[in-house]
């Protein structure tokens, strides 16, 4: 089971919040595209940092965490953590206090 992402459609709630409501929002895991139409937008996640079970399907097998877990959907494994590449990418971003990856 697949979950999409409809990015315009993200956009277009933001936006229809924003211009309802005129308050700043803050987005957990998506959002940034809103900056540009002018949406107020003060905060924004990405997925948990480390790996944990989808809320949507129950399972680890979608890991999103920017942390490894090493954890099955039966629930064997070691549970060692390591960092993933996107725990450096969240880390250089943090750095730069979000300059760097509109740098890019």
């Not at 277009?12 to 957990?28: C, D, K, Q, S, T």
Request: with cysteine.
């Amino acid at each position: 089971m697949g979950l999409g992402f409809c990015p315009n459609g993200l956009r277009w709630v933001l936006n229809e919040i924003y211009g309802r409501y005129h308050i700043p929002l803050f987005i957990a895991e998506n959002g940034l595209g809103a900056i540009d139409n002018g949406v107020d937008l003060f905060g924004y996640t990405w997925w948990g940092p480390i790996d944990l079970v989808s809320s949507s399907i129950g399972e680890m097998k979608k890991r999103y965490g920017f942390i490894y877990v090493d954890l099955d959907n039966t629930g064997n494994g070691t549970l060692e953590r390591k960092r993933k590449d996107s725990f450096y990418y969240y880390k250089k971003l943090i750095e730069s206090n979000g300059v760097w990856v509109f740098d890019e």
